[in-house]
C-alpha cells in the first residue's frame, strides 16, 4: 500500500470519526433536552402544589377558628371591628396579598400556574383582593402598612389595577 492510499483510508476513517461524533452529539443534546423538559415540568408542578399549599394554610385560620370566621364574615359585611379584631383580619389580608406578590412573581417567571393559564394573575385576584381592600380594616392596611410588606411593583400594580376602583377615603 503506497502513501496515497494510506492517506485516503485516513480520511474515510477520519470522515468516519466525525460523523460518529456528531451522531453521538446530536443524542446527547436531545436526551439533555427531554431531562430538561421534564425538569421544568417538575418545577413548574412544584411550584403550583406550593401555591395551592400556601393557598389551602392562607385560609385555615377562617376554617377552623370560629371566632376569626365571624371577623371574616363581619368584615367583609362591612361591620366595623375592634382593635383586635381589625389586627386579625388586617393580618389575613396580609397574608392574601402576600400570597398574591408571589403568584404575580411566578407569572412574570412563567412559572407555575402561569405557565398554565392564559388568565393573569391579576384577572384573578382583582376581585377578591379589591373586596378584602373596600373593608375598613383592608383600607387601613393598604393605606398604612401595605407598603412595608409588599415589594415597590407589585405595591405600584396593585395600587393601578385593583385599587382603582375601591374608595380608600372613608
Same mark, same amino acid.
Given at each position: !500500500?503506497?502513501?496515497?492510499? @494510506?492517506?485516503? /483510508?485516513?480520511?474515510?476513517?477520519? @470522515?468516519?470519526? *466525525?460523523?460518529?461524533?456528531?451522531?453521538?452529539?446530536? +443524542?446527547? /443534546?436531545?436526551? =439533555?433536552?427531554?431531562?430538561?423538559?421534564?425538569? =421544568? %415540568?417538575?418545577?413548574? $408542578?412544584?411550584?403550583?402544589?406550593?401555591? =395551592?399549599?400556601?393557598?389551602?394554610? &392562607?385560609? $385555615?385560620? *377562617?376554617?377552623?377558628?370560629? %371566632? !376569626?370566621?365571624?371577623?371574616?364574615?363581619?368584615?367583609? $359585611?362591612?361591620? +366595623?371591628?375592634?382593635?383586635?379584631?381589625?389586627?386579625?383580619?388586617? &393580618?389575613? *389580608?396580609?397574608?392574601? !396579598?402576600?400570597? #398574591?406578590?408571589?403568584?404575580?412573581?411566578?407569572?412574570?417567571?412563567?412559572?407555575?400556574? #402561569?405557565?398554565?393559564?392564559? !388568565?393573569?394573575? &391579576?384577572?384573578?385576584?382583582?376581585?377578591?383582593?379589591?373586596?378584602?381592600?373596600?373593608?375598613?380594616?383592608?383600607?387601613?392596611?393598604?393605606?398604612?402598612?401595605?407598603?412595608?410588606?409588599?415589594? #415597590?411593583?407589585?405595591?405600584? *400594580?396593585?395600587?393601578?389595577?385593583?385599587?382603582?376602583?375601591?374608595? &380608600?377615603?372613608?
Amino acid at each position: !500500500m503506497d502513501w496515497e492510499a @494510506a492517506g485516503a /483510508i485516513g480520511e474515510i476513517l477520519g @470522515a468516519l470519526t *466525525v460523523v460518529a461524533t456528531l451522531y453521538y452529539l446530536a +443524542r446527547q /443534546i436531545r436526551q =439533555n433536552s427531554a431531562s430538561l423538559d421534564r425538569a =421544568n %415540568e417538575f418545577a413548574q $408542578a412544584s411550584s403550583i402544589h406550593e401555591s =395551592n399549599a400556601l393557598y389551602v394554610q &392562607l385560609y $385555615a385560620p *377562617v376554617i377552623q377558628d370560629p %371566632e !376569626m370566621a365571624s371577623i371574616y364574615h363581619r368584615a367583609l $359585611a362591612g361591620e +366595623r371591628l375592634d382593635e383586635t379584631e381589625a389586627t386579625r383580619f388586617s &393580618l389575613f *389580608v396580609k397574608t392574601y !396579598m402576600v400570597w #398574591a406578590e408571589d403568584l404575580y412573581y411566578q407569572q412574570e417567571a412563567q412559572l407555575g400556574f #402561569a405557565a398554565v393559564s392564559e !388568565m393573569g394573575v &391579576l384577572d384573578t385576584i382583582a376581585p377578591y383582593a379589591s373586596k378584602l381592600l373596600s373593608t375598613h380594616a383592608g383600607k387601613a392596611w393598604w393605606q398604612l402598612d401595605a407598603r412595608h410588606h409588599l415589594s #415597590a411593583p407589585f405595591f405600584d *400594580v396593585v395600587d393601578r389595577e385593583v385599587i382603582r376602583g375601591v374608595p &380608600l377615603d372613608s
